[in-house]
């Protein structure tokens, strides 16, 4: 299984598989000579917050080891963002075009497009090999670390279920907060958080799919729907700020005052939706969810020792006959 966790497996040793895996592909990506540049960086991006996503998880087992871990991820990620964050504008823009291709003329979009490329292409042009080797260094350094993720049979934090319970309600029960701050400010700031409290969220639903795939599918798509959503309203409002610093560099008055205003327009969709998704997502009391999660991941170490010719009971029995 890629990213997620066996509960028939030790927890520090598919820790240990996930993380390598990542942690491999994100530094065989940045090495290769062939592709998309700009893309093997975004791969790489991507694979760091989810070792991030990973290690929250599981951050009460090894507390020390999340702290240093967490920081060298973050900011290796922050160092390969530049180019990265351009590009992303010009996609959500041509997403916006798309989005009102049938009420808006194409050429209100045109000359912030071809500005917006510049600046991605001008970040692009400079040269990255040494920022890049130094990810690849620090990658191979991360790899080598994660030979000091051993979880003692006698941890103080708790066996398996309980540290994957708790990291997942922690990250949920944050979740809600980020909601009701969204709710009240409805701010870029206050979004930006839903934004990544969901996909963390998200990551942690695809770990522990295993435990009940039926049941965790639907939540997974759930979150990704509300992060992919609040990504683009990110990237909208970034945008806003690019032309409101430089105004004459993005069109005339009278295109950027059409382009502004569908932007508001999306904007608000975008948020009026995530807000929707995420008050279903983030209904439950974390506690309740802990709980949950507990139950799950018990029944499925359960599972793997059971006699193979016994009747299985379903995800929903075994919580029934918990409750």
Avoid: C
């Avoid at 692009?124 to 130094?134: F, N, Q, R, S």
């Amino acid at each position: 299984m890629a990213y997620k966790l066996d509960p028939a497996a030790p927890l520090d040793a598919e820790f240990r598989r996930i993380a390598g895996e990542l942690l491999r592909k994100a530094e065989q990506g940045l090495g290769s000579d062939e592709g998309d540049r700009n893309e093997a960086i975004h791969d790489a991006r991507k694979r760091l917050k989810k070792l991030r996503g990973l290690l929250r998880l599981v951050r009460d087992a090894k507390p020390a080891f999340h702290a240093k871990e967490n920081a060298r991820y973050r900011d290796l990620a922050r160092s390969l963002s530049g180019a990265r964050d351009l590009g992303a504008l010009v996609e959500s823009l041509d997403k916006l075009e798309a989005h009102y291709a049938d009420e808006m003329a194409t050429d209100v979009f045109g000359q912030v497009r071809q500005k917006l490329v510049e600046r991605r292409d001008a970040a692009m042009a400079e040269d990255l090999g040494p920022a890049v080797e130094t990810v690849r260094r620090s990658l191979g350094g991360a790899r080598r670390e994660l030979d000091g993720f051993v979880i003692g049979r006698k941890n103080k934090a708790g066996d398996a279920a309980e540290l994957v319970a708790r990291g997942f309600a922690r990250t949920y029960g944050r979740g809600r907060e980020a909601l009701a701050a969204a709710r009240k400010a409805r701010d870029v700031d206050s979004f930006h958080e839903l934004r990544k409290r969901a996909k963390y969220h998200w990551m942690h639903l695809k770990l522990i799919a295993p435990l009940w795939p039926e049941a965790m599918a639907p939540l997974a798509a759930a979150g990704k729907e509300i992060a992919d959503g609040l990504g683009l309203d990110h990237d909208y409002a970034v945008m806003r700020q690019h032309i409101a610093a430089e105004p004459d560099a993005f069109g005339s008055p009278r295109e950027l005052a059409v382009l502004v205003a569908l932007i508001d327009r999306r904007q608000t969709e975008l948020r009026e939706t995530a807000l929707e998704t995420a008050r279903r997502l983030f209904a439950d009391d974390p506690a309740g969810v802990e709980t949950r999660v507990k139950r799950l991941y018990r029944a499925g170490e359960a599972r793997a020792s059971r006699n193979p010719a016994a009747p299985v009971a379903s995800p929903l029995e075994v919580l029934r006959r918990a409750g």
